[in-house]
C-alpha cells in the first residue's frame, strides 16, 4: 500500500480535534509532506498548517488528498463527495482512514475511473500476500512489543527513526497501522490482512535489505490481548526482530476493551523472547518505552529509574525524555549497525 | 456460515480420487447426508455412493449440491456451470470449496438471485464477526492442537465427537476449515477471516452452552509454524479451552512449506499452556493423537506407549486405535461432562 506524497490534509467538517488525531499525527511526524488543510465550513478542527484549495495545492506540488478523519461510524458523509470528486477530477489520488471504502460511492468510483486516479482504503487491504516463510533474511529489525493496545509502539518506532536517522544511522519506519501508513507513504494495516497472510505480510513490509540497515516495525496489540494476539504473533515471527521495546502504560488496570488485567513488562520480555526465537533465535530486549502522560514529573522519573533498574535496559518516555538511550543500547549491542 | 444437508456432491470431471479428497472426507463422516454422487464424462474420481442426477437429487429431498473438489488453480471451470445453474435452477444451494467464488461467473449469480437460492464459498469468510472479548463462557470446550500443519487435527475432533456420542455425552464438532464447514454444516474457516476478528470468529463459533455441553474445536496450524502461528493463537484464545489434544506425525522432519523443524510435544503442550491461560486458567491436556500410517503396526503401538508415558497422557493413534482412552480421560478430568 503506497500513499504518494506531498499531501493536501482534508478536515471535511468534522466537530473537533480529537476527530483529526491522524491528520495531526501526519502533521507531527511529516510537517514537509503537509502542504495545507481544507475545510468545509463547520470544520472544528485545525492542524495548525495554512488552509489552502485544490487548486492552490496542486500547483504547489500535491499528489494526495487525505482523509485523516474520525467520523461518527466510520462512514463517508455524502456531502464530502463534491469536494473529493473535485480533488480527483484536479489530479489528485484520495488516500482514507475512513471504515466506508471511497469506492463505495459511484461518483467517486466513477471520477478516478475517468481520470486515471489511484483511491487508497488504508484500513482495507488490497494486496495479495504470500504466506510467511520464516527464512531469516539480512538486515536488521526492531519490533515494538505492548503490555496492551495503544500504549505508544507507534510513536516509540518513529521517534527511534528520527533519532537514529539525527545519527546518520540507516533506519526506515515500517508502518503496521492506517496512521502510520499515512505517515511513511507506504505500509499495511496488519489487522485488515486476511490471517493466513499476517506474517507474510510484515515479510514484504520489512524484506531484505543490506546488513547493517534497521527497519523499525510498528507493532499492534500483544501477545497477552485475548482479541488480537494472533496479529501480534504473525506479526513478531514476520518480522524476525532481532531487537524488541517494550511499550507499557502505567496507569492502564485492564486491558483496552476487555476486562483482563495487563500482563506485566517481565511476562512480555519473557514471551516475546520465547516465541520470538522461532524465526529469530537471538531475539533480544533493548529498551523500555513508558508512556508516563498522566504521572507528574517526579513520579514518571522515579518510575523510569525503577523500571531501568528492575530489567536491566534503557527505560524512557520517549515524549518527554527521547529514546537516546535505547539507540545507545541498540548501537553497543549491533556494532554493524550501518550509516546512511 | 451455514451448509444445509442432505447434498448432492459434484465431482465434476476431475482427474483422479485425490482431488475428491475433500468430498470423500464429507461422505467418511456425514454418509447419512451423501445422497448420490454428480459426475460429467471423464471424471476418474468416485465416492462409492450412488450415482444421481439433479432430478433425482431433488426428489430425494438434497437442499445443497457441494462442489468438493480440489481443481488445477482453484479455478470454476467454464463447462461447470451450464450443471450449476441447472441445480439452481432446480432449488438446490450450491457451496464451494473452491478458491474462485462462484459469484464470479455471472450466469450463476444470477441463477441464485433470481431463483433465490444460496452461493457459499466456504474459503472466503462473508460473516462479520465482533473482536473477541476473552470474557469466560459457559460450557467446556476442547481444542486440536498440532505440532505442525495436516497431523490430524479434524479427524482427532471427529473422532471424538463419535466417540463421545456413543457414550451418550452431549457434544458437538466445532468445523474451523473448509471440509469442515461441510461436515458439521456449518463453522467458518478461520484462516480467511480478517486477522481483527480470529478469536472473535471462534468465540461466535464455539459460544455460550450449557455447563456440561463439549464443544470439540477443529484446530488450525501449530504455535511453531512461522507461517500460520497467529492463527492459532488466535483460535486457542478464542476457544479458551478447557482441554487441548496433541497432534503429531512423527516422521516428518520440516514444518508444512517451510525448511523449520518440527517442535517437540513437549514444547506444544508448554506454549499451549502458558498462551491459553490467558483465556480460561484451567487449561490443561488430555491426550496425544498420532498420526502413524507411514509406521508398521509394532513401531506404531511401540511409539504411542513410549509416549503414553512419556507425558503421563493417554495416546492413540485415532484411525488405528480410536480415542476410546482419551474420552475416559477427559470424562475423568471433568465429571460434570453432561449427557446429551
Chains 1, 2 share one sequence.
Request: with cysteine; net charge negative.
Amino acid at each position: 500500500m503506497r500513499v504518494a506524497a506531498p499531501y493536501l490534509m482534508f478536515l471535511g467538517d468534522v466537530p473537533d480535534q480529537l476527530a483529526a488525531k491522524t491528520a495531526q499525527g501526519i502533521v507531527d511526524w511529516r510537517p514537509e509532506w503537509c502542504l495545507g488543510q481544507l475545510r468545509l465550513p463547520g470544520c472544528q478542527a485545525d492542524l495548525g498548517i495554512a488552509d489552502m484549495t485544490i487548486a492552490s495545492a496542486v500547483a504547489h506540488g500535491a499528489r494526495t488528498m487525505i482523509i485523516g478523519v474520525a467520523n461518527a461510524g466510520g462512514v463517508l458523509p455524502d456531502h464530502w463527495t463534491e469536494v473529493i470528486v473535485a480533488a480527483i477530477e484536479a489530479g489528485l489520488d484520495i488516500a482514507s482512514g475512513l471504515h466506508a471504502r471511497l469506492a463505495s460511492k459511484p461518483a467517486i468510483r466513477a471520477a478516478a475511473e475517468a481520470h486515471g486516479r489511484q483511491l487508497t482504503d488504508v484500513r482495507h487491504s488490497t494486496e495479495t500476500f504470500a504466506t510467511g516463510k520464516g527464512t531469516k533474511r539480512p538486515g536488521l529489525r526492531l519490533l515494538t512489543v505492548g503490555t496492551d493496545c495503544s500504549v505508544g509502539k507507534k510513536y516509540t518506532a518513529l521517534a527511534l527513526e528520527k533519532a537514529m536517522r539525527a545519527r546518520g544511522l540507516d533506519a526506515d519506519f515500517r508502518a503496521t497501522g492506517q496512521t502510520g501508513v499515512f505517515i511513511s507513504g507506504r505500509g499495511v494495516a496488519i489487522d485488515a490482512v486476511v490471517a493466513d497472510f499476517i506474517s507474510g505480510a510484515v515479510e514484504w513490509l520489512a524484506p531484505a535489505a543490506a546488513p547493517g540497515h534497521w527497519d523499525l516495525i510498528e507493532g499492534q496489540g500483544s501477545l497477552f490481548h485475548p482479541s488480537f494476539a494472533g496479529v501480534s504473533l504473525g506479526l513478531l515471527h514476520g518480522a524476525q526482530a532481532d531487537a524488541f521495546v517494550i511499550c507499557h502504560e502505567p496507569t492502564r488496570r485492564t486491558m483496552r476493551g476487555v476486562a483482563h488485567p495487563l500482563p506485566t513488562i517481565a511476562d512480555v520480555i519473557d514471551l516475546t523472547m520465547r516465541c520470538g526465537a522461532l524465526t529469530n533465535p537471538d531475539i533480544r530486549p533493548v529498551g523500555i518505552a513508558i508512556n508516563t502522560e498522566k504521572l507528574t514529573p517526579d513520579a514518571a522519573a522515579a518510575l523510569i529509574e525503577e523500571t531501568e533498574r528492575a530489567h536491566g535496559l534503557p527505560t524512557t518516555d520517549p515524549i518527554r525524555f527521547g529514546v537516546e538511550g535505547i539507540v545507545d543500547r541498540l548501537v553497543a549491542e549491533f556494532p554493524h549497525s550501518a550509516r546512511a
